[in-house]
C-alpha cells in the first residue's frame, strides 16, 4: 500500500496542515505560493502532461494566481490580443493567432484540459515521494 494512504500518511498530511497554515490571518494559500513553479505547455498538452514532464504535479489551486495578462507575458507567452473564455483549456494562447485568452469561469480550471491549437501557462509544484499532497515548501 502506498504510504500516503496509509494512517501514518494521513496523520503526516494533517499534522503538517496544522502546523504550517495560518489559520488566523488572510491567507488561505496552501500549499504555500513559494512552491509555484510556473510552466507553460507544449502546443496541445495539457498541464498535467507539462508538468509530468518536469518531474513536478499540477497544482490547480495555483490557477488564479496566473489568469492574468502580466503574469503570462512575464513567463514567456507573448500575446497580440486578450480575451475571456469559458473553456477548460484557459488561460492559454492560441499558437497560430497569438491571441491569449484568461478563465472567465474559476470552476473551470483544469490540469487535463487541452486543444490542439493552444499552449497553456501551468501552475506546477512538487512533491514528496510517497507523499504527493506535500511539497518541500509545505514542511
Sequence with gaps: ??????????????????????????????????????????????????CQDQGLICEPTYFPLLNNEKIMEKNGLKCS???DMMEV????????T?????????????????????QRICPCRDFIHGQVALCHDCL
Design 1 to 50: 500500500m502506498p504510504y500516503e494512504f496509509t494512517a501514518e500518511g494521513m496523520l503526516q498530511r494533517v499534522s503538517t496542515y496544522i502546523q504550517k497554515h495560518d489559520f488566523c490571518g488572510n491567507s488561505n494559500a496552501w500549499p504555500p505560493e513559494s512552491a509555484l513553479q510556473v510552466r507553460l505547455s507544449d502546443k496541445g498538452q495539457s498541464c498535467k502532461q507539462a
Design 98 to 118: 497569438g491571441a491569449c485568452s484568461l478563465q472567465s469561469e474559476r470552476l473551470l480550471f483544469s490540469c487535463v484540459g487541452l486543444d490542439p491549437d493552444y
Design 89 to 96: 483549456y484557459a488561460p492559454s494562447r492560441n499558437d497560430g
Design 81 to 83: 490580443s486578450m480575451d
